[in-house]
């Protein structure tokens, strides 16, 4: 196994917004095909990590890898094109436009990637039947739910079939039933691909975790197992306290 | 509306556009042609806007910087060749260059909507006065002199392709403006249907989401202000070729703030929507300038402000939402059941006029 390169690599990552640190030498390392949860307090800096993965966000110092590639400091578009895609806190979407536009603008640019693939097409049915939103495709997103926008946003994510898939509060605000299924989906999706997932829901997290991130105050607080983070005493402490207690 | 009634209203619309600048010449006097003609080359410049504002979401004070760019370089080659054909080309490429540089700094530069208002605005004035001080014979350019503010007179208007022996009639001139009119809304409407249009408006939608897909917002709306720029430059050899006049005014902040003004009263998002705001805007204007009883500017305000009260999503958009609500109310007098599922898709997509 040491032989392999994590799939993704962050080594003292830093950000600062003036006095305030957001992130604090975050040693980050995620294997190929890997299914991580990150879980922590508000403010503790997930958020702020995801943007400097996806190049929103310029780190203050520290390098970040995926693959071989160094891309700290990069364009967004330019980390999307190496195969990262992200679903962001808040559905961000192009709400005046239809679901199947939105699904096809994500597709059309990953089947300009690699040409050889199926076209367009093919991958937005293919990902319309798999957010469950076929008989809603020409409808606009503005005018959906926040859940289905949340799906529509996953749905973008899908048809890009990026290597690494960052899922930002993927269920927030969903029914239980879109819970279970955006779960299910997470697994399907691990099959072939890596995840990082930031979620508050620990029923969720049971759902999907194996291994889990504790952020705390901009730093990685612990890393373990779903089970060995939850008995973690300290970790009850800074977040978990009552929703497990209760 | 569904997709396939909306592609044959766009087609009936071109007709019946076809016809009109067809059978124009026959249907009125050679002073009204004449106007037609130059409220067509305004149209071209309104059309230019109506892209790169509505689909692109650049809102450019300066449009017509490009406009009087584009009829400068008409003038000068026209003047220097003695043939319009290469004149009409240069009249697109400068204009079009122009715009890539000055694009370039701003949308690669990172300058945020209000700065960019801004920017194109001073340049439009930057333009106006270099050009208006560029009187005397220190200023030439070949054997065209750039006159400063009195402008460069007695150009030489349109001739058939490469044959400057054979210069074209009013008639002519005006089948090619109204026709070059028709051609443009056409080859932009092909463009919104091209990947590059549907990208362009993803990015006008949510730029943030656009560049985490791969999409380079800064080169797409590079491209789109190019295109409006050359559109724009076109439009002004078509205006010289109008008047066989340029001068600085061109660069006015008046015909700047007119060509907002018929996108708004037009509707902006769409293409039909700033030509249909430019004939009538331009329409009153020259009815107000030749009974001289009121002050045009006045009436355009009052306009303008009634419309942005009453119809602020402008003309060509009110009429298709009392179209659809018209024709869904048919529907259900006929006694058909209503859909099971909510009609999400009643509500326009943006830009899928």
């Not at chain 1, 969903?174 to 399907?188: C, G, N």
């Not at chain 1, 049971?206 to 952020?215: C, D, E, L, Y």
């Amino acid at each position: 196994m040491s032989t392999i390169p994590p799939l993704l690599e962050t080594r003292g990552l830093t950000m600062r917004f003036g006095g305030v640190v957001a992130n604090d030498d975050v040693n980050f390392a995620l294997e190929e095909m890997e299914l991580r949860c990150l879980i922590g307090p508000n403010g503790a800096g997930k958020s702020t990590f995801f943007k400097m993965l996806t190049g929103q966000l310029t780190p203050s110092e520290g390098r970040i890898r995926f693959r071989t590639y160094p891309i700290a400091g990069n364009l967004p578009h330019q980390i999307a094109r190496l195969g990262i895609g992200i679903k962001t806190q808040i559905p961000n979407v192009f709400n005046g436009l239809s679901v199947r536009e939105n699904i096809w603008l994500a597709a059309a640019r990953a089947a300009r990637r690699d040409a050889s693939t199926i076209r367009a097409k093919a991958i937005v049915d293919d990902v319309l039947e798999r957010i469950m939103l076929p008989h809603l495709a020409e409808a606009i997103v503005g005018q959906l739910s926040h859940g289905q926008r949340q799906w529509v946003e996953i749905g973008t994510v899908l048809a890009a079939e990026p290597e690494l898939i960052l899922l930002d509060e993927p269920a927030a605000g969903m029914t239980d039933e879109e819970t279970v299924r955006t779960a299910e989906i997470i697994r399907e999706i691990n099959k072939n691909r890596a995840l990082i997932v930031v979620e508050h829901d620990m029923e969720f997290i049971k759902m999907i975790a194996k291994k889990v991130t504790v952020f705390h105050q901009g730093r990685i607080m612990m890393e373990d197992s779903v089970d060995a983070v939850l008995a973690d005493s300290r970790v009850r402490d800074v977040y978990l306290g009552k929703k497990v207690a209760a | 509306m569904s997709a396939s009634v909306k592609l044959s209203l766009q087609v009936v619309a071109i007709l019946v556009a076809c016809v009109a600048v067809a059978v124009m010449p026959v249907a009125v006097d050679l002073f009204q042609l004449m106007q037609f003609t130059l409220f067509a080359s305004m149209a071209v410049l309104a059309l230019s806007l109506g892209f790169i504002w509505g689909f692109g979401g650049i809102l450019c004070f300066g449009q017509t910087a490009f406009f009087g760019l584009g009829a400068y370089a008409y003038a000068v080659a026209a003047i220097n060749f003695g043939d319009s054909t290469p004149a009409i080309l240069l009249a697109i490429i400068v204009p079009a260059l122009f715009a890539l540089a000055l694009g370039y700094f701003v949308f690669y530069g990172r300058i945020s909507d209000v700065y960019l208002g801004v920017i194109t605005l001073t340049v439009t004035l930057i333009l106006f006065n270099v050009f208006n001080s560029m009187a005397g014979d220190a200023y030439k350019i070949g054997t065209a002199r750039l006159g400063g503010f009195n402008g460069m007179p007695a150009v030489p208007t349109f001739n058939m392709p490469f044959d400057p022996s054979s210069v074209l009639f009013p008639e002519q001139s005006w089948y090619v403006t109204g026709g070059a009119l028709i051609a443009i809304y056409i080859g932009l409407r092909l463009i919104l249907r091209s990947p590059f249009g549907r990208v362009a408006i993803a990015v006008r939608e949510n730029e943030t989401r656009a560049s985490l897909l791969g999409y380079d917002p800064r080169a797409i709306k590079l491209g789109v202000f190019v295109l409006g720029g050359a559109i724009a430059g076109f439009g002004g050899a078509l205006y010289v070729n109008w008047g066989a006049f340029v001068g600085p005014t061109i660069f006015s902040l008046s015909l700047s703030a007119e060509i907002i003004i018929w996108i708004c009263i037009g509707g902006l998002g769409t293409l039909i929507g700033p030509i249909v705001g430019c004939f009538i805007i331009e329409y009153l204007i020259s009815q107000i300038g030749s009974q001289q009883s009121f002050n045009s500017n006045l009436v355009l305000g009052a306009i303008l402000i009634v419309f942005v009260l009453l119809l602020p999503k402008g003309l060509v958009p009110t009429i298709r939402l009392l179209l659809e609500g018209a024709g869904r109310l048919a529907t259900k007098g006929r006694g058909q059941a209503p859909n099971a599922a909510p009609d999400l898709s009643a509500g326009q997509p943006v830009g899928a006029e």
